[in-house]
């Protein structure tokens, strides 16, 4: 079992920035993926950014070139720093861990920019 515990979030005018992290504990192997998914009012969750332990990385085109996400191995902890913030960014965001085949979630975090 793999449990998610997401900070970051809130309010942020458009052209702002904020920072998301996820810490995971629990029974977590060396080989995992982490990231972030997303989802609007009314929309599919959708990905945002996920990185796997060995540092590969994919991004959704929406967010290439605004958001980077990081992580840190020994700490089992996730980031994405989110810049250029626009409107069409407002969302619940969602940490996500895929280990040991099986994709565990965080409780999601809300994101809203105001333009």
């Known amino acids: 079992q793999v449990q998610l515990r997401e900070s970051g979030g809130g309010l942020v005018q458009a052209g702002g920035s904020l920072s998301l992290s996820c810490a995971a504990s629990g029974r977590i192997s060396s080989v995992n993926t982490m990231g972030w998914h997303r989802q609007a009012p009314g929309k599919q969750r959708e990905l945002v950014a996920v990185?796997?332990?060995?540092?590969?990385?994919n991004y959704a085109d929406s967010v290439k070139g605004r958001f980077t996400i990081s992580r840190d191995n020994a700490k089992n902890t996730v980031t994405l720093q989110m810049n250029s913030l626009n409107v069409e960014d407002t969302a619940v965001y969602y940490c996500?861990?895929?280990?040991?085949?099986?994709?565990?979630w965080g409780q999601g975090t809300q994101v809203t920019v105001s333009s």
């Open positions: 990185i796997s332990s060995g540092g590969s990385t």
């Open positions: 996500i861990m895929r280990n040991w085949g099986i994709a565990y």
